[in-house]
């Protein structure tokens, strides 16, 4: 088998799914028969590289390969298979090419030659590209395909170029009608898989523009980006999507359009012009082609797979990278022309896409065409929600025209919705500059403020805001003004500045209702809303104001406040009904992707998944949803408030579950991340040093804290909670405890996370009853979560047998039992403990959970691997891991499922 192909790509992303499809049919011991599809370079050889490397080395293979233009030659790839593959019978081979013998014969013969290198060995009989198969070499594939003997046969092949004039063809039909053929098809990866394959060459990830821009550069094909990186590994990323076409990759791609007459040609030059989407009348106009010569060029290029007929007289190609090769080959004069032809055409029509009329107009030179198109597209791009290419319209206009503040506008709300906080701010400060009026400069500050606070920059959020309130009366009253106030409130509630948030936000709504304003009296509603939500005493009736508003915000198509005012509900005290939760989880989403706001439909919806597993009591499904929405971002650059978003909360969650070398490597992950929260790294690393028992590490970490808390001006009970159980895990002295706490709480914080926080220490200074009064006190509370509330049944418990109570206590170990049945990590261990000394035995239902409910998601998908016989270090070259996070992983396995060997995770795991 050849090792480099066009369509050979040396790293396997996103594939693992058919990849465990394969090794399941592979040894399962019983006739298979696969078939793997997908277009060039999508990954079908490396692939089945993996599956040959995963097999065990008794398995013999027989990998043979068909040739473009091998159809002269029969058993084209039975003879390429046998070729490196001693012992094959030399009268066989002379039989295949013999003449006088007839094609049943020569059949026959290439079986027996087969038959005779594998005996009854278990094998894996590979025929690659069978699309250029000959006629023979399909037939013998057809042919083992009946045969019922224990191997595995895997075809792959083109599907884009498998017509009726292929041999394979009809052989493919006529076996999907008689056997159970296993069908894998391989598609192009998504933006996310994009990302993590560039990260994972270049060993860190990409800016996320570079990363929608290469996706849509190549599609998504591994082949292609990987031949864009090569050489690069190490240089600017920044600069990834705008590198030219290397040769090999040039030649790969003329393929596609090679022999094809001078019609033919300037139609498909003027198409690559024409850009992503090539409309079947302006084409026309463009190429001076009649209908009739362009519907029979257009015909034969969907055939070859070239386009593909995306719309209602509307064509694309197939791959984007086929238009830059032949848009590379036109000369300057040339590809103007074109541009221009297809400019006035669009500007005869009239209400044509902006961004089109943008895109011609800069390649045709005419840049006044081109701003004005950009302004208008930037609009229109962010009415419909599509953030991303308002941007880059907003940008090619400042290309032209850098103070234009209509496009700087455009740019910094776009750049802010698809979560480029960074370059937001750029595009906003350098607004807020040009501004020439009090309306023009609140504007953007309105803006600015709320991405002060994306960026952490609690100082400049504090700035911007008195800069805001000092410009209230130069504003025009009315909107101006109504807008001002519900941004002021709005800092104030991020802030936690709740009176002062109300306060603003009532001066918006009385002006609104002054002067009609419904927009601004839904932005002031959801601030006022999200500020009483953050208060324990007027929780209900925030929660009671953002619902109610969430109807009339998507009716007037204010999708931002209609997610944010559910965002923020849930994130509070969600409903009690998880049908409810999940609905009002997707409506979120639905409505921050009508607006294009990429933090609330992305990572707030992972989030949001996670809360209601927890709301649940279920740490591995929480896990699991943190380590999806994880993997999405993973390959991209991120800074800020958002770099990491499901790292710090999958590092809380690692905690819980005792998973704490899993928690050091999610640590050293954040700790690379520019702009994260000052408490972030400390808390994180304290806890972690508790629960270690490694006190120099911990009093370092807390000094840390002690110095950094200040920087956080809003103060959290379960912060709180979870920093003091792991000081007292770890045994620190009281006077600590009590410093740690204080330092922690303040009057803000929610009663029953209070009550829960002061139980505890009161249960360490050994005041028994004073303790138990106050775990009770939160044991049914709507605001604690589940594992919360049996940590208050576990205390309890343990001041009950203290005072020597001990019915009570066994009440109170049963109630734990039941809310820490799904949970695990050290909630468990105290509950286990306190049970031990009552002398309990866990009931049914109750019992600490094992085996492979214990495991995450993660660990799942290592134990298949385990299971499939893979060492460590295949597992670190699978996985994309160190060998020492694999063993880790595989140690952690071996605990939960409570074996000694690797052997016995076999009997254990379902290959399903």
Known sequence: MQSTRDDVTHMMIGRERELRRLKRLATSGRPQVAVVAGEPGIGKTRLIHELLESLPPTTLRLVGQAEPGSLARPYEVLLDAVDSLPGADEDRLAELADPSRSPVERLHSAIKLIDDLVGERHAVIIFEDLQWADSESAALFERLADQQRPRFLVGTYRHDELHTRRPFTAVLARMERRHAVNRVGLERLTEAETAGMVAAIAGRPAPLRVVVALHQRTGGNPFFIEELMRGHEAANLETLDERPLPWSLQEVLRRQVDDIDPTAQRIAEAAAVLGHRVQFDLLATVAGATEDELITVLRDFVSRGVLVESGEDEFTFRHALVRETITGQLIGRQRRRLHEAALDALLATGGSDPALVAYHARAAGRYDDMVAAARRGAELYLSIGSPYQALRLAEMGLEEDADDKDLLSGAARAAWLAGLVGDAVGYARRWRDRTTSPTERADALVLMMRLAHEADQDEELESLTDEMESMIDELPPGLEQGRAMTAIAQSAMLREFNAKAVEWADRALALAKEHDLPAVRLAALVEKGSALVNQWSTVASGQELLASIVDEAEKLGEWVLAARALNNLLATVPPESPNDHAAFLERMRADAERAGFEALAVASYFEGRARMAIREGDLSAAINVLEEGRERDRGYERRGRTGDFHGVFLAGLYLEAGELDWVEETLEDLKTIPGLSALVIPSLAFHLACRRDDLDGAERWLTEIYRVLPEQQWRS?????????????????????????????????????????????????????????????TTESTILTPYMRGTAHVGAARCHLALDQRTEASAHVHAAAALLAKWGGWRVVQLDQVRSLLGLVPEDGQRTVTGIAALTRREREVALLVAEGLTNAELAHRLYISPKTAAVHVSNILHKLGVASRTEVVDLVSPD
């Open 717 to 777: 009970g379960s912060q709180a909670h979870d920093l003091l159980s792991a000081a007292l895990h770890l045994g620190l002295p009281l006077d600590e405890l009590d410093r740690l706490t204080r330092e922690l709480l303040d009057g803000d914080v929610w009663d029953d996370r209070r009550s829960l926080v002061e139980a505890q220490l009161a249960e360490a200074h050994g005041r028994y009853t004073e303790a138990v009064e106050k775990y009770q006190s």
